[in-house]
């Protein structure tokens, strides 16, 4: 039990430095040149593989094969196969890998400034451009608080026009029942003949307007009281008469 406890402790920290291996290999500009120069010198062997019907062996028989060389001023070579398909390609990586950085340095020393140049047109476009959202967002927070105080106007304009209304509604009702108060008393005045003539027929008059709404209503205020006091004072006049 604790032997396979420590393989599994082992396993991971081997699968770890495996990780560790490729991903620095990976990394590694030298090795990326070379992995690189081997794909492009056998792109063509590598093909066949994949697409070849026959098997490995076969293929590989196929393509195992040299390569010639020409150079200048030294004629043709011909290149075995290990040479032609591992060798020259390690060659060509390390060479590049050697090269590149100053063919960079060189690329960067005539183009630095250009992009230099760039990069400061980039950084001024960007500078305009935010301060150009800037100022659009400021004026669109301008117009909502624009919109939001028009919305309080139209509110409170609103319910201004509503009581308005409603003290327009109450007048309209008191002068309503104020006119059919006053043709009460009118028709009560037609059914007595359209004539007062006596001390008795204003009385009854009076008696007649105390049974009418436009007495009892209490939404005409002072109108029983002027009746009442008219009352009195009739009935005050009669007592005086009388004596």
């Known amino acids: ?118 990069r400061h047109i980039d950084r001024e476009f960007d500078s305009k451009e935010q301060a150009r959202l800037d100022e659009l967002q400021k004026e669109i927070e301008q117009k909502k608080d624009e919109r939001l105080s028009l919305e309080k106007k139209i509110e409170d304009q609103r319910k201004s026009l509503a009581k308005i209304e409603g003290e327009k509604k109450e007048v309209e009702d008191a002068r309503i029942s104020l006119f059919y108060g006053i043709k009460a008393i009118v028709d009560i005045y037609e059914t007595k003949g359209e004539s007062i003539s006596t001390q008795e027929d204003f009385a009854d008059l009076l008696k007649a307007v105390e049974q009418t709404d436009f007495y009892k209503d209490t939404g005409l205020y002072g109108i029983n009281k002027l009746v009442d006091d008219v009352k009195r004072i009739y009935e005050h006049q009669s007592i005086l008469n009388d004596k």
């Open 1 to 118: 039990m604790s032997a396979d406890s420590s393989i599994e402790k082992e396993n991971p920290s081997t699968k770890n430095l495996l990780e560790d291996a490729v991903k620095d290999k990976l990394f590694n500009k030298v090795f990326a040149y070379i992995f690189i120069s081997f794909l492009i010198s056998n792109w063509q062997e590598i093909l066949i593989l994949f697409k070849s019907k026959y098997d490995i062996y076969t293929t590989l028989s196929i393509v195992w094969i040299g390569d010639k060389y020409q150079v200048p001023y030294l004629g043709t070579f011909i290149v075995p196969p290990f040479l032609a398909h591992f060798v020259m390609p390690f060659i060509y990586g390390t060479v590049a890998s050697i090269v590149m950085p100053y063919i960079t340095m060189r690329i960067s020393k005539l183009t630095g400034r250009n992009y230099a140049q760039i």
